[in-house]
């Protein structure tokens, strides 16, 4: 026991530094576009947070396998670069014992990925996805900041508003620059509109909402020509648009419970149950796979089999993103391609692990054939 905590405490130590690393870089690259959406001002600054921790489980059941593979490798290549495998070997500590040893904690990360695949992780995506949406729905009003000037959904129209109230309902010092079709059409009308103030109204009997812009003057014309036409108004109502970019009822298959999925018969929803499903099997098949690739010859340098295995692993998982793929377009079935990739990893693992015994064996037989033979 003492080995095996020895072992496992080198192991789950270096995993949380590495898969510490990682989320954070993927984190920082998926906030730098939320936080570009903001500053455009289709998103608002407040839930972006809310956003990022909604997809953390997502990020994490995909982080976790790839850090607990470079963990092992980086562990267990420490301790062949120190002879400490040596003298384990030495005391009696097999191969098999160690892939033993190994299988625990990687046990325990299995469990988590999948918990996190099958259960938190569509949580999180359906409530961040219902906050991107709720996003999207907000009326070109909603997306005003104050002293910015801002072009609408449109493209036609810039607005600028000098401040607004603590409530954010009231604008003041509005200023408002349309391009439209003039009655030639070789011409385009420009229209600017100053008021004191704006609000949004909503219509009680349709229910569509509308700027109101008070006490201002509106000027429209065609730009080079002096025939300007300038209205005073004390009220001037503009129809207000949403963004109409949502989903309109589309759910992702990755948003949806495990158990809709398994109720369901579409091909897409099928792909995404086996993929949920094959990320704890990643998990162990890759504990398989890393054990014999951490083994370095301490000449050699620590380093030297980590671009081999690293680069294992992404034609593994790359392998698997194709197959669901193929899945999703109904072209094969899952089990002969996402558990077939899974099939054709653990063949590997299970060859690099026996085939120093294998070789063995085989110089043996060689060399008793040999002497015979004399």
């Not at 759910?251 to 495990?258: F, G, N, R, W």
């Amino acid at each position: 026991m003492i080995i095996f905590r020895y072992l496992a405490r080198e192991v789950m130590v270096s995993m949380v530094a590495v898969s510490g690393v990682l989320l954070l870089i993927i984190m920082s690259g998926r906030f730098v576009k939320y936080l570009a959406e903001a500053a455009a001002g289709k998103l608002d600054p407040d839930v972006l947070f809310a956003v990022m921790g909604f997809r953390l489980p997502g990020f994490l059941e995909l982080i976790l396998p790839l850090g607990l593979f470079i963990a092992f490798l980086l562990a267990y290549g420490r301790l062949y670069m120190d002879s400490e495998m040596t003298v384990l070997s030495a005391c009696g500590m097999s191969q098999r014992r160690l892939v033993g040893y190994s299988m625990l904690p990687a046990g325990i990360v299995a469990a988590f990925v999948a918990l996190l695949s099958l259960w938190i992780s569509p949580v999180g995506i359906h409530k961040a996805n219902m906050v991107l949406e709720s996003q999207k729905k907000r009326t070109e009003f909603e997306l005003l900041s104050p002293a910015r000037f801002q072009e609408t959904s449109s493209g036609k129209s810039v607005t600028y508003a000098e401040r607004f109230s603590d409530d954010h309902k009231v604008m003041r010092d509005v200023f408002m620059a349309e391009m439209g079709s003039s009655s030639d059409s070789d011409q385009v009308e420009l229209a600017v509109i100053t008021a004191e103030s704006g609000e949004q109204v909503t219509d009680p009997v349709t229910g569509q909402r509308y700027l109101k812009l008070n006490n201002g003057y509106r000027y429209s014309g065609n730009p080079g020509e002096a025939n300007y036409e300038v209205v005073e108004f004390e009220s001037y109502w503009q129809h207000m648009v949403t963004d109409d970019k949502s989903s309109n009822g589309d759910v992702k298959a990755d948003s949806l419970p495990t158990r809709t999925l398994m109720q369901s018969s579409s091909q897409e929803n099928i792909a995404a149950l086996h993929w949920r499903f094959s990320l704890p099997v990643l998990v162990l098949v890759v504990t398989l796979l890393a054990v014999p690739l951490s083994k370095t010859n301490p000449r050699q340098g620590r380093y030297v089999q980590m671009i081999p295995a690293i680069l294992l692993y992404i034609i593994y998982l790359v392998s698997l993103n194709a197959a669901r793929g193929a899945v999703e377009e109904g072209s094969v079935s899952p089990w002969l391609s996402i558990w077939a990739v899974h099939l054709v990893a653990l063949l590997i693992a299970l060859l690099l692990l026996f085939w120093p015994y294998w070789r063995l064996r085989l110089k043996a037989r060689r060399s008793v054939g040999g002497a015979q033979r004399a």
